[in-house]
């Protein structure tokens, strides 16, 4: 079975703090991503990786950096937090291929608050 | 711009009976769709896809229909259990344009409450 592992499930920090989330997946996949998930919004991409030390803007980057130094590390940065960045964060893995559709396969969420 | 859209917030349905979930999308680039099952704590779980090729794909209780047309998918659960409570999600993707990269379109998901 597929393992996306997400380092905290709760986080609590404060406004202006330089927050780390990270995600390891254990099946080799190319392609990793972090979203966040609000009520009424549904899940919304906020950087994705192809490849190691690639990244890509998703949807909505604002506010955040990732990492990727190593194929099965994943981390999302919150450079300043601030309190609208409060939300469930989700990471997920994927095979990377360009003929057959490959689902992702997610973490089980890190809930953070700022205060 | 909602490309992803899933009308109805939430549904219920009685136990052994039919449950439609359902799905537009505005995007004509998209050429895979799937559905995520998510229960509250947990992270969605994959549970049946279906490609622009075809118009229906079944696996168990659960059966996906996509009609292009109307740019419309419907996921179908029969007979539905208790369960099967949870938040469904639709997404999509357009595979070629990403290059393998399956970058997902979600919707803002369906609350399914099955009841005995």
């Known amino acids: 079975d597929v393992k996306v592992t997400q380092s905290s499930r709760y986080l609590v920090k404060r406004t202006g703090e330089k927050v780390f989330l990270e995600c390891v997946q254990d099946m080799d996949h190319e392609n990793m991503f972090w979203y966040r998930q609000d009520p009424g919004l549904g899940l919304r991409l906020i950087y994705f990786s192809y490849d190691v030390k690639m990244k890509e803007k998703g949807d909505i980057p604002e506010g955040y950096s990732v990492s990727r130094e190593k194929k099965e590390r994943f981390s999302l940065i919150l450079e300043s937090a601030s309190t609208n960045q409060t939300s469930m964060y989700l990471c997920?893995?994927?095979?990377?291929?360009?003929?057959?559709?490959?689902?992702?396969?997610f973490g089980d969420g890190t809930r953070l608050s700022i205060l | 711009d909602q490309q992803v859209k899933q009308n109805s917030p939430s549904l219920s349905v009685q136990e052994g009976r039919i449950s439609i979930l359902n799905c537009d999308y505005t995007n004509s680039m998209f050429d895979y769709f799937l559905w995520y099952k998510k229960y509250p704590a947990e992270g969605p779980t994959f549970l049946i896809s279906?490609?622009?090729?075809?118009d229906k794909n079944e696996d168990g209780r659960f059966t996906v229909f996509l009609n292009k047309s109307a740019k419309h998918l419907s996921l179908h659960i029969v007979p539905s259990q208790p369960g099967d409570s949870a938040v469904y999600f639709c997404a999509a993707s357009h595979t070629i344009l990403t290059g393998g990269g399956n970058k997902l379109t979600f919707g803002t998901g369906t609350q399914l409450k099955v009841e005995l």
């Open positions: 279906i490609s622009s090729i075809k």
């Open positions: 997920a893995s994927s095979f990377r291929d360009s003929i057959l559709n490959q689902p992702q396969h």
